[in-house]
């Protein structure tokens, strides 16, 4: 059974961290592209961050720059952000994304919730 189960949201206040986790089972974890989206109240879902097979190549939104980093871990099949400097304009459900480009293969995690509010 494949899943991707996101962990770690939560309430932060302006300026805060936090270290959202997908841990991933059922798949071959290692050849899997691995993205997080977040989607805001009455918006669309927007891609965060994505991190490639090998862990070589990552990619940003510009609106996290310099204040999100995403990494994995093969050996425990799970992938991390994390999180700095946050501000409320990143409160969203943040949700992960495991993709294989050429073999059709797409998976979503269920969800987490990040509130930044003072």
């Known amino acids: 059974q494949v899943q991707l189960v996101e962990s770690g949201g939560g309430l932060v206040q302006p300026g805060g961290s936090l270290r959202l986790s997908c841990a991933a089972s059922g798949f071959v974890f290692s050849s899997y592209i691995i993205s997080w989206y977040r989607q805001a109240p009455g918006k669309e879902r927007e891609l965060v961050a994505a991190i490639a097979s090998t862990g070589g190549n990552k990619n940003y939104a510009d609106s996290v720059k310099g204040r999100f980093t995403i990494s994995r871990d093969d050996a425990k099949n799970t992938v991390y952000l994390q999180m700095n400097s946050l501000k409320p304009e990143d409160t969203a459900v943040y949700y992960c994304?495991?993709?294989?480009?050429?073999?059709?293969?797409?998976?979503w995690g269920q969800g987490t919730q990040v509130t930044v509010s003072s």
């Open positions: 994304k495991g993709s294989r480009p050429g073999f059709g293969s797409t998976y």
